[in-house]
């Protein structure tokens, strides 16, 4: 009997967590351009319409790409291409009182944040933000923040063990940081940053999400190769995340290969691929 | 003198007179026509010109509020559209102008001249002054000027204007911090001035003026003709002859012709009593026989 019970409340889980992960975060609205997302670990061909869903990965893959996605609790991201944003923990379900976090690896993004809060974590900076419109440039080496309106909260990524300074930004300034060097902030955006500022930016983000009412059928692609997967394996706070997630990877005989070149870097991995490593010694009694 | 000479000299003193008061007249009804309807044309300019400040007021800026957030756009500062707007009429119509003259502008070229200066300091002199018309010369001709006041009507023209610390950053990159503040609340600040060339109009009436009076001449002048000729064949001819006949009657000669007239009118009636005094006149030479 209480066997029985506890098999039900784990299907129930099961299927709770399942409704979770598939329920729509939003609706991708603008999909311009050559645009793919990761679901699991296929490539997608993403159109307008789609739905959002939990851990999608979104590959804006050059500059003539846009993408926007309108989330069902509110808010609206643009993104211009060539980035690479994971739209994380965005799920309504079970996410009403945190942060709906995107990583974003490169790229040019707007976010229009509505009245729930905002985390946007960049390579060497993570943004707060709520009820407020920012506009984030970022690739690997570079932050740039610029407070359209509202004020965000600009968090350098710093070593463990070294002490954070954790800067305001106001509607209309700029906050920029290189590498780990300090952060820089200005009343103002250098005129670069503006000159090179996609031009729907400066416009106010358009919701469309009532135009879409269908979703439509997205054309599977091909699997996630190692080299796409390494930006999301690198060390972080998602890494354990995406590990979980590529290992059904390792039936591929190429990523395998690949995996095993360069094997001390995914030592999760490293139990998998090579249990031998990892069985405890047998001892001999009396020698 | 003859009577067809004291006829014309009168009827000539009367053409004159007339053909000058007409041309007077005329020439000032003509003249002032087309002021009116050059100043016609300066009021439809300015309406224009507000319409555009209003269309961009009301309906582009709004679109743009963001974008300002970036870079400013002049286009969404009404003076600024007006001012293109006609730029690019003058295009094609060069003699024709509109400036949102400004004592103390953002944008350098709405400074006020010397003269557009004056009509400032008249508008800020004078609150129950609406709108001054004038006229001046200009390299390309005389030219009509129309203009009305600026004033600091609304305090969203004061979020620009009021001081550098207050007005948009991205404004302030683009025009300096020097120019185009310190504006205060029903202030006036400037001028709208529009220019209309006074040479078409002033030239039509002209001519208009032209041909009338020569119409009129023409028309004096046929009048003058017939009435010579009517007054020759119907009176001075017809006088002539009846003056011949009672002259050879007075002189005895009887015979010299009859005084009949076919007409009724008052040559005939004189040709009547002639022939009936010449009857007379027989009857009693032959009683006196």
């Known amino acids: ?287 | 003198m003859k009577l067809i000479w004291k006829f014309n000299l009168v009827l000539l003193g009367i053409f004159l007179l007339g053909f000058a008061i007409a041309g007077y007249v005329s020439y000032r009804a003509l003249q002032a026509n087309a002021r009116e309807e050059i100043v016609q044309n300066a009021r439809l300019m300015m309406e224009a010109a507000l319409a555009s400040r209003t269309y961009t007021s009301t309906q582009v800026k709004p679109l743009l509020e963001t974008q300002l957030k970036y870079a400013f756009l002049p286009q969404t500062v009404p003076a600024y559209a007006a001012t293109e707007v006609f730029n690019e009429m003058r295009k094609r119509h060069p003699d024709y102008g509109y400036k949102e003259a400004t004592l103390n502008p953002t944008n350098p070229r709405d400074r006020a001249s010397d003269w557009e200066a004056d009509l400032v300091n008249v508008f800020r002199g004078s609150q129950s002054s609406k709108e001054l018309i004038g006229e001046r010369d200009t390299p390309t001709g005389r030219t009509l000027y129309l203009a009305r006041p600026i004033d600091v009507s609304s305090a969203s023209c004061l979020v620009c204007h009021s001081s550098v610390e207050v007005a948009p950053k991205t404004m302030v990159d683009l025009y300096g911090s020097a120019n185009g503040f310190g504006w205060k609340f029903q202030e006036v600040i400037g001028a709208q001035i529009v220019s209309v060339p006074m040479s078409v109009p002033i030239t039509r009436a002209n001519e208009t003026f032209r041909a009338f009076m020569l119409s009129l001449a023409l028309v004096f002048l046929a009048t003058f003709v017939l009435l010579n000729v009517m007054l020759h064949m119907m009176v001075i001819r017809r006088v002539t002859r009846l003056a011949s006949i009672a002259d050879q009657v007075s002189l005895g000669n009887l015979d010299a012709g009859d005084f009949k007239s076919k007409s009724r009118d008052e040559i005939g009636v004189l040709s009547e009593a002639l022939g009936r005094m010449k009857v007379s006149l027989v009857q009693a030479m032959r009683m006196l026989e």
């Open chain 1, 1 to 287: 009997m209480v066997e029985t019970s506890r098999s039900i409340v784990a299907f129930l889980l099961l299927l709770f967590a399942a409704s979770a992960a598939a329920a729509e975060a939003g609706i991708y609205t603008i999909v311009d351009g050559d645009v793919r997302v990761l679901r699991d670990t296929a490539w997608f061909r993403l159109a307008p319409g789609a739905r959002a869903r939990h851990g999608d990965i979104v590959d804006a893959g050059n500059e003539y790409a846009q993408v926007q996605l309108e989330w069902t609790g509110g808010g609206i991201m643009n993104l211009q291409g060539p980035a690479l944003v994971h739209t994380g923990a965005v799920v309504p379900a079970d996410n009403k009182s945190g942060a709906a976090e995107l990583v974003v690896q490169r790229g040019w993004i707007k976010v229009a944040a509505g009245k729930r809060p905002m985390r946007l974590r960049l390579p060497n900076a993570t943004l707060d933000f709520v009820d407020a419109i920012v506009v984030v440039r970022g690739d690997a080496e570079r932050s740039e923040l610029f407070v359209e309106s509202g004020s965000a909260k600009f968090i350098p990524v710093v070593a463990r063990g070294k002490a954070q300074t954790t800067l305001d930004a106001k509607s209309g300034e700029y906050l920029e940081r290189s590498g780990d060097r300090a952060a820089v902030a200005q009343p103002r955006p250098p005129q670069a940053f503006v000159t090179a500022l996609p031009r729907q930016f400066r416009d106010a983000l358009p919701a469309l999400a009532a135009h879409f009412a269908e979703e439509p059928e997205l054309v599977r692609g091909r699997e996630i190769t190692l080299a796409e997967a390494e930006a999301w394996l690198a060390p972080g706070a998602s890494r354990r995340t995406f590990v979980r997630r590529f290992t059904p990877r390792l039936s591929d005989p190429a990523f395998r290969t690949g995996v095993n070149a360069r094997i001390t870097a995914y030592p999760e991995w490293d139990r998998i691929l090579h249990p031998e490593k990892y069985r405890p010694k047998e001892t001999v009694p009396g020698k």
